[in-house]
C-alpha cells in the first residue's frame, strides 16, 4: 500500500483527517511539492476501479475540504489517478505547477452547481425560449458555465455553473424564481460540487 | 492460381470487414448505453421509475457497457477476424 490516490490540489494548508476513503482507505492527507499540495490517500493499485461507493468517496472527500476553514479552494481531479510513489506524485506537481495556478486562479472562491430541465411527460417546450429564460436569469450570476449532454429525450437544458460562493444565495433565488414560472419544466438544481467543469488538468498516472 | 485468388479476394475482404466494424459498432454503441445509463439514473431520482426497476436496468445497462467497451478495444487493436 505505498500508492498514492489523488484527489486534488490545492495551494492552502496541508491537511489531515480520517475519513471513509477510495479504496478501503481510512486516512487522507497532503503529498506537496513546494506550495502545491496534492491530497490523497493510500491504495493499493495504480488502477482503481470507479465503483459507485469509491466515486461517492471521492466526492465527498473533496466536498470535505471545499467545506473546510469558510471555504477551501481545491482543482478536483477525475476518478482514477493514482501514483506508485510521493517521488512520481511530486514530479507531476512540478511539471504542471503552471497548470494548477491557472486552475486554482480561476475557481478560487467559486462553486459548482447544476440545473437539467426536464420536460414533464407530455409537455411540448419551446426549447430555445427556455435557453433564453435561462440565460437571462442565470449568467448575470454565473462567472462561467458549460453546457453538459442532452442525454435523454426528456433533457430540454443540460448546464453546469461556476458560482461564487458569495452569489451563492442570489442564484438560488433566481432558479427558484425560473421554477415557479414554468409549470411544464421539472427543474433539477443540484450541488454545490468541486468544479470538476471548469478545470482542465489531467495528470497522467505512472504505470 | 494463387495470385489471381488473392487479387480477386481482396477487396472482397475489404468490403466485408468495413461493414463487419460498422456493424459491431452500431450493436455495441457505447455513447447510445452510456446516455441510456444516465436517463435510467435521471427518471429513478425524478421518481419516475421506481427503485427495482432502476436497478434491474442499471445492472443490464452496465453489463452491455462492458461488453461494448470489450468489442471495441478488440476492433481498434484488430483483433477481431472476419472470417468470409
Known amino acids: 500500500m505505498t500508492n498514492r490516490y489523488v484527489y486534488g490540489v490545492m495551494t492552502d494548508e496541508p491537511v489531515e483527517f480520517e475519513t471513509d476513503a477510495v479504496g478501503g482507505a481510512d486516512r487522507v492527507y497532503t503529498v506537496s511539492h513546494r506550495r502545491l499540495s496534492a491530497v490523497v490517500s493510500t491504495i493499493d493499485t495504480t488502477d482503481p476501479e470507479e465503483t459507485d461507493a469509491d466515486a461517492q468517496r471521492h466526492d465527498d472527500v473533496l466536498r470535505e475540504i471545499m467545506d473546510r476553514d469558510g471555504g477551501r479552494t481545491i482543482v478536483p481531479m477525475q476518478f482514477g489517478m493514482a501514483f506508485e510513489s510521493d517521488r512520481a506524485l511530486k514530479n507531476v506537481l512540478r511539471g504542471a505547477k503552471p497548470a494548477f495556478r491557472r486552475a486554482i486562479n480561476d475557481i478560487e472562491g467559486r462553486i459548482e452547481l447544476g440545473l437539467k430541465l426536464v420536460r414533464e411527460e407530455d409537455a411540448d417546450v419551446d426549447v430555445d425560449a427556455v435557453e433564453k429564460a435561462v440565460a437571462d436569469e442565470l449568467n448575470p450570476i454565473a462567472a462561467q458555465s458549460v453546457p453538459n449532454d442532452l442525454f435523454s429525450d426528456r433533457l430540454v437544458l443540460n448546464r453546469s455553473y461556476l458560482v461564487d460562493r458569495d452569489d451563492r444565495e442570489r442564484f438560488d433565488e433566481a432558479i427558484a424564481r425560473f421554477e415557479d414560472e414554468h409549470d411544464d419544466l421539472i427543474v433539477r438544481y443540484t450541488g454545490p460540487f468541486a468544479p470538476y467543469s471548469f478545470v482542465d488538468v489531467k495528470i497522467g498516472a505512472q504505470r | ?84
Open chain 2, 1 to 84: 492460381m494463387f495470385i489471381l485468388d488473392d487479387l480477386l479476394f481482396r477487396p472482397f475482404v475489404g468490403i466485408v470487414d468495413t461493414l463487419h466494424t460498422m456493424a459491431l459498432s452500431e450493436i455495441y454503441d457505447i455513447d447510445a448505453l452510456e446516455d441510456e445509463l444516465k436517463e435510467n439514473q435521471l427518471l429513478y431520482e425524478l421518481g419516475e421509475r421506481p427503485e427495482t426497476e432502476y436497478q434491474r436496468r442499471k445492472d443490464e445497462l452496465e453489463d452491455e457497457l462492458e461488453i461494448a467497451r470489450d468489442v471495441h478495444e478488440r476492433l481498434t487493436s484488430g483483433r477481431v477476424e472476419v472470417k468470409s
